[in-house]
């Protein structure tokens, strides 16, 4: 499954983050050439803030395999903010509140390739899944012109141009595109890509800082891809367990402590 980082479970993610940035500045700086910011051993820009979302994969040993970035253009974005001649005036504004952008997309170079088939494929599900939950009606980003192809042969979305392609300062040509989210979109892709259940995991905020989120994320994906006999039998279980717990709180000793945190 593909991890959903937001801004209220965060707290969760560190190790995860400082993973995922550290790999943007070896793609994009060290490999591409970008100009962009470094912290902390890092790329990041104006656009890692409050209102951005992470989409994350891993692999089976927990090591980073593919990622991108969303966020809502209501604020302003990349396409928008930097690179407005990539859209045709024939297209209906990107700043309104129903639009979400997705940049800074990257495979790590262990997943490249047929290798990362599966982890591209559930990520490019996931993509769908997390707009559609937000109620986004577009789903907008820009990519170099050649990748744009690579997506639209293998990626199993549907991928429209809304501009011309233009190049960059640092040497490439990078173009702009929506992909498709209605629920045909999500049904096409998930069939294309031979992806079943949902691929999108969202950890609750309230979980403590440092539980193994990833061992969680697994246990939910194999009790999704049971067999309905298989959840029964899970559910089943935990009840059994639930009903055998019954809590006897030691009254003097409640009352002891309550005593002791009013002194």
Same mark, same amino acid.
């Given at each position: ?48 803030? /409050? ?8 692999? @089976? ?44 997309? +990257?495979?790590?170079? =262990? ?5 990362? +088939? ?7 599900? /996931? ?10 009606? =577009? ?25 011309? %392609?233009? @190049? ?8 702009? +595109? ?9 049904? =096409?892709?998930?069939? &294309?890509?031979?992806?079943?259940? =949902?691929?999108? +995991? ?17 246990? &939910? ?7 309905? @006999? ?11 367990? @639930? ?5 006897? %709180? ?14």
């Amino acid at each position: 499954m593909i991890h959903l980082v937001t801004a209220s479970n965060r707290h969760l993610y560190e190790p995860q983050l400082r993973a995922m940035h550290a790999e943007r500045k070896r793609q994009f700086i060290d490999g591409r050439g970008w100009r962009l910011q470094v912290r902390d051993g890092g790329e990041y820009d104006r656009y890692d803030d /409050a209102q951005a979302l992470y989409l994350i994969g891993f692999d @089976a040993s927990g090591d980073l395999s593919v990622s991108i970035r969303l966020r809502p253009t209501l604020t302003g974005g990349v396409i928008d903010d930097v690179f407005p001649h990539l859209v045709a005036n024939t297209e209906q504004p990107l700043r309104v509140a129903d639009t979400w952008e997705c940049t800074r997309y +990257f495979t790590t170079s =262990r997943h490249r390739g047929v290798r990362g +088939f599966e982890a591209r494929s559930r990520l490019h599900v /996931a993509l769908i899944e997390t707009c559609r939950d937000l109620g986004g009606r =577009r789903l907008v980003g820009l990519v170099d012109l050649d990748l744009l192809t690579h997506l639209r042969r293998f990626s199993g979305l549907r991928l429209r141009p809304i501009g011309m %392609p233009a @190049a960059y300062d640092e040497g490439g040509v990078t173009v702009a +595109f929506e992909i498709g989210t209605t629920s045909a979109d999500l049904e =096409r892709t998930r069939k &294309t890509l031979q992806i079943h259940h =949902r691929q999108l +995991f969202i950890a609750p905020n309230w979980l403590p800082t440092g539980v193994d989120v990833l061992a969680i994320e697994r246990a &939910t994906s194999v009790i999704l891809a049971a067999s309905d @006999a298989d959840r029964c039998m899970v559910n089943d279980t935990v009840r059994q367990a @639930a009903a055998g717990i019954v809590y006897q %709180p030691d009254v003097t000793t409640l009352m002891a402590e309550m005593a002791a945190e009013d002194l």
